[in-house]
């Protein structure tokens, strides 16, 4: 997809596209479920922005749950938004997909190959990470800037204005999403385990864990872990860790504290290596925050403990909190990158 880096899409006279009744799918698909919202291709740029239509479904990560079961919930949640928006794929004229586990190439052309047998020849086609249209949706549409996301997974992404990428964990759970709502829960289940054999400190996580799953005792544990490894499942547990540590639990806390270093070393990672900042990290950038994890709580604020440890050292970032979801993001890209053929008034200065 081409990077456009001039003014924002709302910064373009309003107008129609002559192709009328036509319309664009943006997906995002994370660990947890998958969205997709269907606007129509002649928006008139208003706010809200006029969405068609919004499905939700399961998740379409497929390092998480298999490519076939990925492909179905996709094909399920964009099928379901054209019935619900009384269209056909005829009607279609772009789909982008954002998709949490598109981390290579050829993730991307896969799924174009897979898109290209669902859709007339003349729609056009774009993949990308979540992440992606996650920072699309701080930016309404412009590529430039870092995003955190801290849902069930974690990830950093970031672009430049001449079109450099970087991005900075995201790899799962096996290979460390500390920091990310799995990665939180995950190590507050491992307190337990710890404390109730005597290899670690007494935690108020085990009966605030107990209670919330309705189990009688940290044997339990195990089986209910293993009886189903969805990563969603386990990142269930975020608020019973951060009532535990708005409580005063010091295990709660520690794990909060290490998850907060752990996100702000991501952002960092990426902002470094694209000189998001300038030299002295004082140039203004965009960091659009995404994610449950967060969301600030009665005393614990994960995102706002993360900014400021980022702004220690590069003090030109400033936080966006979106006011569109993700899914509108990748619509928002599709648009962008299609709007010189939609309407030969509307130009995205480069």
């Known amino acids: 997809m081409q990077r456009y880096t001039g003014r924002e899409m709302w910064d373009v006279d309003e107008c129609q596209s002559p192709r009328m009744g036509s319309v664009i799918l943006g997906v995002d698909g994370g660990a947890s479920n998958t969205v997709c919202v269907c606007i129509p291709a002649a928006m008139p740029f208003n706010d809200p922005l006029p969405v068609l239509s919004r499905t939700v ?13 990925a492909r179905e919930t996709l094909d399920r949640v964009m099928t379901q938004a054209l019935l619900k928006a009384r269209r056909r794929r005829s009607n279609v004229c772009a789909v982008c997909l954002a998709v949490a586990g598109v981390n290579h190439p050829l993730d991307q052309q896969r799924m174009l190959d897979w898109l290209r047998e669902l859709f007339p020849s003349h729609v056009k086609l774009f993949v990308e990470n979540d992440a992606v249209a996650a920072l699309a949706s701080g930016t309404m549409g412009k590529l430039h800037g870092c995003v955190l996301i801290a849902g069930t997974g974690t990830i950093a992404y970031g672009f430049t204005s001449d079109g450099r990428e970087a991005r900075a964990a995201g790899a799962g759970p096996v290979l460390g999403d500390w920091g990310s709502g799995y990665g939180i829960a995950a190590q507050a289940l491992t307190a337990v385990v710890r404390a109730y054999d005597g290899r670690g400190p007494e935690t108020d996580l085990t009966n605030n864990i107990l209670d919330f799953l309705g189990l009688a005792s940290p044997d339990e544990l195990i089986g209910w872990t293993y009886e189903d490894q969805s990563w969603a499942r386990i ?3 975020l608020p019973v860790v951060v009532q535990s540590a708005e409580g005063g639990d010091e295990v709660a806390n520690k794990i909060l504290h290490n998850s907060v270093g752990e996100l702000a070393s991501s952002v960092k990672a ?9 030299d002295d990290g004082k140039y203004p950038f965009p960091l659009v925050m995404v994610g449950k994890v967060l969301e600030a709580n009665n005393r614990w604020d994960i995102g706002k403990e993360v900014i400021d440890c980022v ?3 590069y003090s030109g970032a400033y ?3 979106p006011k569109v979801e993700p899914a509108v993001g990748a619509a928002l890209l599709a648009w962008n990158a299609i709007a010189r053929e939609l309407d030969g008034d509307i130009q995205t200065v480069q």
């Open 270 to 278: 990426v902002v470094q290596r694209l000189e998001l900042g300038g």
């Open 311 to 313: 702004t220690k050292n």
């Open 57 to 69: 479904a399961g998740c379409s990560n497929h390092n998480s749950v298999g490519e076939e079961r």
């Open 235 to 237: 990142a269930d547990l």
């Open 319 to 321: 936080p966006i909190h």
